[in-house]
């Protein structure tokens, strides 16, 4: 299985942090985060392919050619055009129907979870929040398949969030995302249609860290060492 991460992006919520380096290899306990992304993709992952954009070279320079026995393939997003075109990058790299796993350069989760989601023919994680507005929220049907995802909603029809980790097939790219005001076109729209034309079941996920500002670095660092004691 083919596992691709989108990790172009910005990251202009982590400045100052990101001005020298992109969000993907800030240090948590001395190790970037996108190499606690790689250490959690299952051993059934074979290859990796980085999408990557922002100062990219950083990224090569320190991963190279594979990571722990996984080639690594690395595609260029010359534009911060948005997650679906990022996504759209990779389908030359798929064979049709070919089914892999999605996911994003910087939130961490535990592999047990992620390995789960293997268990099924297509799956996301997801996590539970108090607050759900700023993701992409998920209702389930009465079999726990996905009716819907809907990104960032002002009135959440649940708590149930995907973080960002999916196991799909090249039908994907079937379907079209839209601009929005900030001109980049998301993965949600995408995923939405997918989940309307598929069974897709979900994993909670036992273990999640998700950075978007400076000082997330610091409370994940606490949480990562209380976990790792445990």
């Known amino acids: 299985m083919k596992a691709f991460v989108l990790a172009a992006g910005v990251g202009s919520r982590m ?33 990796i392919i980085l999408v990557v954009g922002y100062k990219r070279e950083i990224i090569q320079s320190y991963f190279g050619e594979s990571f722990k ?6 595609l260029i997003q010359e534009n911060p055009t948005g997650t679906a075109d990022a996504l ?14 999605l996911t994003f350069g910087d ?26 507005r700023r993701y992409g929220v998920v209702v389930l049907e009465k079999d726990e398949t996905i009716l819907e995802i809907e990104e960032k909603p002002q009135q959440p029809k649940s708590n149930l ?41 979900v994993e909670k996920v036992d273990f999640w860290l998700t950075f978007a500002y400076p000082e997330d670095l610091q409370k994940a660092e606490k949480i990562l060492k209380s976990h790792e004691k445990g």
Do not use: W
């Not at 961490?108 to 989601?117: G, N, T």
């Open 69 to 74: 026995g996984k080639k690594i393939t690395y």
């Open 15 to 47: 400045m100052p942090l990101t001005k020298e380096v992109p969000k993907p290899m800030l240090k948590l306990l001395g190790k970037p985060l996108l190499q606690y992304i790689l250490e959690y993709l299952p051993q059934e992952v074979s290859e």
């Open 161 to 201: 969030v995907a973080p960002g980790l999916y196991i799909i097939d090249t039908t994907i790219f079937d379907y079209e995302s839209y601009v929005d005001l900030s001109h980049e076109c998301y993965l949600t729209p995408l995923l939405n249609q997918f989940v309307k034309r598929k069974s897709v079941f």
């Open 88 to 101: 759209k990058i990779c389908r030359p790299y798929l064979t049709d129907g070919e089914r892999f796993l």
């Open 107 to 132: 939130d961490i989760y535990d592999k047990e979870s992620v390995a789960r989601c293997l268990l099924h023919p297509y799956a996301f994680l997801i996590g539970e929040v108090a607050d759900p």
